[in-house]
């Protein structure tokens, strides 16, 4: 084939797709003005958990000799990137549709800085986090293998910083981070969840967690576990109703369960085992297994 042929055929598929775009349908939108930069977000979660573990990762791109100089670099970046970002996400918002970029900015900026004066609340969920890791899994030799390997400590970090993003009504980006997340970890927690302290999920490949699920206080998870809504077949109309379970506090849900459904309430020190299939809820200390569900 010569020049002038594959010229040609290149003019014709382009004029074919140009002309496909133009037809009306959802994927054919052409203008990324109005989304935040994906690779950018990601690197404010990446910042963010250099902040929240400054002896553990390295800032390669700055080096200064004291914490202080290091964060104040840190800060800065995040604020930036994060500010912007947030603004050209509000557009998503149908009360911000209509807004300038200079209204959106604003409320970003207010967004952002609520969001940063919550840190230090959330490394301190995230210290919990890390002791239950290290207090339920004797494969864990130290509080550094924790922070540095884990993958479910991965995705619960990744969740509680898109949690709080989410609770000031960020749209999109929290949903950037925890999917991130997931795809890194196979650990699909939805940023809407509720996590109390000393989470622990051990494994976790394959752990689903949904949007309107509450977790209580020390609680354990393993590999596989849905817990999710019983049906969604409602679709829309189901936006904002609590479709996913309650797991109260101390709770361990064994590798392959299944619990779903808005209604159902795990109660305290339950014990759920491996594979079982819950869409009701289960009084506090009992003890659900495959087998009882079988007679």
């Known amino acids: 084939m010569d020049s002038n042929t594959r010229n040609l055929e290149l003019e014709n598929i382009l004029k074919a797709i140009l002309s496909d775009y133009q037809e009306e349908r959802i994927i054919n939108r052409t203008d990324i003005s109005d989304q935040p930069d994906r690779d950018t977000v990601l690197e404010v979660l990446d910042k963010l958990v250099k902040m ?15 914490l202080t100089s290091r964060l104040t670099v840190l800060t800065e970046d995040i604020i930036y990137n994060l500010r912007k970002q947030i603004a050209i996400s ?3 918002k149908p009360e911000y549709s209509a807004a300038s970029y200079e209204e959106r900015a ?15 609340e959330i490394r301190a969920l995230i210290e919990t986090d890390v002791q239950a890791f290290f207090e339920g899994d004797p494969a864990a030799y ?3 293998e924790i922070i540095l390997c884990y993958p479910g400590f991965r995705a619960i970090v990744t969740a509680r910083i898109a949690h709080e993003l989410f609770l000031l009504g960020v749209p999109l980006i929290p949903r950037m981070m925890t999917e991130y997340a997931h795809s890194r970890t196979g650990i699909d927690i939805h940023p809407g969840a509720t996590i109390g302290r000393y989470f622990f999920i051990d494994h976790g490949t394959g752990i689903v967690i949904g949007e309107t699920t509450v977790i209580g206080d020390h609680v354990k998870i393993y590999q596989g576990v849905t817990i999710g809504a019983l049906s969604t077949r409602g679709g829309q109309s189901l936006r904002g109703v609590k479709r996913h379970p309650t797991i109260e506090d101390r709770v361990t849900i064994y590798a392959g369960a299944s619990i779903l459904g808005g209604e159902t309430v795990i109660g305290h020190d339950a014990i759920i085992g491996s594979n079982t299939f819950i869409t009701s809820s289960v009084e506090p200390g009992a003890r659900v297994s495959f087998k009882d569900q079988g007679k």
Not at 52 to 66: D, L, M, Q, S, V
Not at 108 to 120: H, L, N, Q
């Open 106 to 120: 604003e409320a970003a900026a207010d967004i952002t800085g609520r969001f940063m004066v919550k840190i230090p």
């Open 90 to 92: 509000l557009i998503q």
């Open 142 to 144: 130290n509080h550094s």
């Open 52 to 66: 929240f573990f400054p002896g553990y990762y390295r800032e390669k791109n700055y080096r200064f000799y004291n």
